[in-house]
């Protein structure tokens, strides 16, 4: 295919949904407190790639006060792809500590969810926990008072063609002690979908990657444009691999979606 100019008005229209061959995806990650040295996705939970859909819904243990007439989440909104890589979403009532209801439809990956109706404490009161109904692998989590999810991978949809036009790292000492230096790395990665390889998928491949550090108690960033054609069903994700324990990690993309 080729690839359109990206000039500052294609960007605008995409963001604002005006290009109909084109839109925009931010996605972000965080982990609140990091291991040591290991590699981890950017997420609050550790990510299960499925490798066949399943109905999805929210996992027993959240708080009472998140349901359908709570003060905290009621509805949950959830946006991902189905077994043929179209996006589809569909929303779920809360059912406080118990397990909810299952979604109507079946998910392959989950980008995103978010609490899209709640009552006067206007946002979730204890964790929410998505699970796959077949296998009960955790796809999306909510960490209590967020309001959405923050897990950093994501999969191209079917009929586009993706860039990361942007993409931001960052890090901060939690630990508190004012002294020690700390040094983490990121590394984003992608592997494209291929029928005849394993799972449907060939192998990761990097394509960014960058190190921070800090001396105890500042936050250090950093932002940096990848622009690799990203084709359709591929899936990406970032890591980080940090060299001391509870440390706040979190990334961003930009990314562009550019219909085939």
Known sequence: M????????????ASLGLNPDAKTVIKFGRIAGTAATTIEIIAPFVPTFLTAASTLRIRAGGNADDSSAGIGA???????????????????????????????????RVFHCHAARVGSNEVNVGDMTLEAVTGLSIQSKVVAGDGQSAQLF???????????????????????????????????????YNESSNNNYESWRKIFDSSHDTDGTSAKSSAEI??????EKSDIKVTVFSHKVNAEAEARLFILLVRN
Request: glycine residues 8%; proline residues 4%.
């Open 154 to 192: 994501y999969t191209v949809p079917k009929g586009y063609t993706a860039l990361v036009v942007g993409k931001e790292t960052g890090l901060m000492d939690v630990e508190g002690s004012g002294t020690t230096q700390h040094l983490a790395h990121f590394e984003g990665f992608v592997r494209a």
């Open 226 to 231: 990848v622009m690799t054609p990203i084709p």
């Open 2 to 13: 080729s690839l359109p100019t990206l000039t500052q008005d294609f960007l605008l229209h």
């Open 74 to 108: 009621q509805t949950v909104k959830i946006i991902g792809v189905d077994s043929n890589y179209n996006e589809i979403e569909e929303y779920i009532t809360t059912n406080g500590a118990s397990v909810s209801a299952a979604t109507n439809k079946a998910f392959l």
